[in-house]
């Protein structure tokens, strides 16, 4: 069985960092980057996991001089899962994070990933990223330790069919092991927010907030207003470590 990897200088894309944002904020994990995705948002910052050449969606730095869409075979890497076990049991840490692109679109391999390592040493605790429009599968489930969902708001430019599936919205909602991390970029996304929430009863103390930010400026002036919607309905503030710490680059 093999994983699709983005790929990054050559090399899959698994490196050692800290968490950047959500639940495990600052949290030195191993980060293993899966390629694809199923949505398509305008601001994506991992834009070279799907925005393929000769596809037709939009992107925010479309305008920006020299961004072109990405030749697929130049990003992506498939990879059997046992040599990606031996690239992740070779890094310094067992708090491993699954993101991408969407993970979820991969979720046999990454479940025969996570088995694989468990059968190497005692210690890892698994956390994926995920958009929350895939409803996990048992085996997946029975594996992972920690969902960051990350529901798409319509800032994010994919048509609301796309990006709500109540399916896995009730899945979500209902686990024990989900939280949820709402990118916001204006004050009035809140309204959606709100809805969402509502819709599918999802408890205040698992939500997290956090400001959508591609350099430390526009992270600067957006803090204030989302930490004040944070208090007054009991959200949890996000920030981004990596948009501080390194600005847009990847792979750290
Ligand atoms: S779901 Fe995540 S990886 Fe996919 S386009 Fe949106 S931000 Fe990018």
Known sequence: MQLTLARLNEQPEIFYSIQGEGKSLGV??????????????????????????????????????????????????KIDIEAVADLVADQ??????????????QQPALAALMRALRARA???????????????????????????VSPKLENSNNSRKLREKPAAYHFFAQSSKANFKFVVAEPQDLDEVLELIERYQ?????????????????????????????KNHGFRYSDRLHVQIWGGKKGV
């Open 28 to 77: 030195p994990s191993v980060f293993v980057r899966t390629s694809l995705c199923n949505l398509h948002c305008i601001w994506c910052d991992t834009d070279y996991t799907w925005n393929w050449k000769n596809t037709r969606f939009p992107h925010a730095n479309d305008a920006t001089p020299g961004y072109r869409k990405f030749e697929k075979k130049d990003w992506i890497v």
């Open 92 to 105: 310094p840490c067992k708090n491993i994070i699954l993101t991408g692109g969407e993970p979820l679109l």
């Open 122 to 148: 005692t210690g890892y605790f698994f956390e994926t990223e995920t958009n929350g429009t895939m409803v996990p599968s048992a085996e997946f489930d029975a594996d992972i330790d920690q969902y960051n």
């Open 202 to 230: 999802i408890p205040a103390d698992k939500v997290y907030l956090m400001p959508e930010a591609s350099t430390a400026p526009v992270l600067q002036q957006k803090r204030q207003w989302v930490v004040d919607i944070c």
